[in-house]
């Protein structure tokens, strides 16, 4: 039945905008520090206190909004956002309304339902409008273990008060929660790809919410929609989003009525729970922020921060597919980081061959990588090194198999693969007349299996190939054993 029904998904995203400092006052954004510890008259809303934007959160909003494709405009205002929480020491947000930092923005994304197995089908591009992205602090946190007398009290870290967060929010343009995952996916790089954010999900610098509904193919009317929240990784989102959507279809399937709530997805008991419904929704009452000026960012700004960009995720993607002849899925998982894809360039430039440095990256040097969990910025192999590997592969210096054993020696010990091959004295063999002794030698010894082999028994070839290299301890170039055996037995 699920097939007559659509899904329908917009998101928010708040990313953390990497600054030393917090949006509207000096104090550090440090993370782990003693409670309350970074904290100062500005963002703990003591009265008389006045806030100064940071000019690094207008740089690092510009590359976000940049890195997605949106205009910046000329002119945005502050707008106090009211409402009462313990962790908001001032009774209302800074935020931007209804003149936001950035607005109405395409951004194309590449997206694939994925099978049972979860490996994606048919990769193909989606057009996603991304309605606004304007610049907020965030509050503080409420702490409810590990402390004395939790059972009594709540306690309150004001450390994050003031952090400087650009939301991002986009049209319900989601039909499916793999299109979800993959948007947020490329948000996530394309943040971290120009430094805008350390978009790391885990440490909660990018929080994601998702508004879902459904209806049936067909109507015009949304259906009733739903807020998930508490969504602490790109996987468990997509989760909550496929869990709420089967519940939601279940619900109006079985004659009942859809609540506008919000819902939090429990990732242990994979199901969402209401949180709050509509009648405790709020009314923020915005207003103009008089404390602070409008915001004005110039086109000198603007062009100077993109002139400052590096060549962005997907651009990169394809040039690596015209340039280096590479497929999609090598080109993808090679742009998925900035360091992978400044590293890849590197190696394959030193190679000579791109494909190939392409095929021992994501093979042989990121099992290496993935083995000591860090990321190609840090490799012990360098990408010249890597790229002169496959290079002496390509020369025939070394068989690819001794390359393998070599490149794992390389990230141990940090040396280059010319000095492990002349070390361990890893030279291939390719003179034709030496092969052709142990040739000889290896046809001397099995006479039998040379009288099935003249009989007709043919299979047999990979027998022989395989006791030359036996003999030769794997330093044959089997492409001449190959040859020279093929002259010997059919001559
Ligand atoms: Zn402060």
């Given at each position: 039945m699920t097939n007559a029904w659509e899904t329908i998904i917009g998101l928010e995203i708040h990313a953390q905008l990497s600054t030393e400092s917090k949006i509207f006052c000096g104090c550090s954004t440090r993370?782990?520090?003693?409670?309350?510890?970074?904290?100062c008259p500005v963002c703990l809303g003591l009265p008389g206190a006045l806030p100064v934007l940071n000019r690094r959160v207008i740089e690092l909003g510009a590359r976000a909004a940049l890195s997605l494709g949106l205009k910046i405009n000329k002119k945005s205002i502050f707008a106090r956002k009211n409402y009462f929480y313990p962790d908001l020491p001032k009774g209302y947000q800074i935020s931007q309304y209804d003149q936001p930092f950035s607005a109405n923005g395409q951004l194309e994304i590449m997206t694939a339902e994925r099978d049972e197995a979860g490996h994606p089908m048919e990769w193909r591009p989606k057009e996603i409008t991304i309605t606004r992205l304007h610049l907020e602090e965030d509050a503080g946190k409420n702490v409810h273990e590990g402390l004395p007398d939790i059972d009594r009290y709540s306690y309150i870290d004001l450390n994050r008060a003031g952090t400087p967060l650009a939301e991002i929010v986009t049209e319900p343009d989601f039909r499916s929660s793999w299109e979800a995952y993959d948007y947020v996916n490329h948000v996530r790089r394309a943040l971290q790809w120009v430094g805008a954010?350390?978009?790391d999900m885990e440490k909660g610098n990018l929080r994601c919410e998702a508004n879902v509904s459904v209806r049936r193919i067909g109507d015009e009317k949304l259906g009733t929609k739903v807020e998930l929240k508490n969504l602490n990784s790109v996987r468990f989102m997509q989760r909550g989003i496929e869990f709420e959507v089967n519940r939601q279809i279940g619900v109006l399937e079985s004659g009942g009525r859809l609540q506008q709530e919000t819902r939090l997805w429990d990732e242990r008991a994979g199901e969402t729970r209401v949180m709050r419904s509509k009648e405790e929704a709020?009314?923020?009452?915005y207003f103009p922020e008089p404390d602070l000026p409008p915001l004005i960012v110039s086109d000198e700004l603007v062009e100077r921060v993109r002139s400052a960009m590096p060549e962005l995720p997907e651009a990169r993607r394809r040039r690596f597919m015209e340039q280096?002849?590479?497929s999609f899925s090598d080109a993808s998982q090679l742009t998925s980081e900035l360091s992978l894809a400044d590293y890849y360039e590197q190696a394959a430039e030193a190679s000579g061959n791109p494909r190939s440095a392409a095929n021992w990256m994501r093979s042989e040097l990121s099992r290496e990588l993935e083995n000591a969990g860090i990321t190609a910025a840090s490799s012990p192999v360098s990408a010249a090194d890597l790229g002169a590997l496959v290079r002496l592969i390509d020369e025939e210096k070394i068989s690819g198999k001794q390359g393998k054993d070599v490149l794992v020696e390389m990230f141990k010990t940090g040396k280059s693969a010319a000095a492990i091959i002349e070390e361990q004295g890893l030279v291939q063999l390719s003179d034709s007349g030496e092969i052709d002794s142990i040739i000889d030698q290896v046809l001397a010894a099995s006479s039998q299996q040379l009288e099935s082999y003249r009989a007709g028994k043919e299979s047999l070839f990979g027998f022989f190939v395989g006791q030359v290299m036996k003999v030769s301890k794997g330093k044959a170039n089997p492409k001449v054993v190959n040859e020279r055996l093929k002259a010997k037995l059919n001559g």
């Open positions: 993370f782990g520090d003693e409670p309350n510890s970074n904290t954010s350390d978009a709020h009314d923020y009452r280096y002849e590479l």
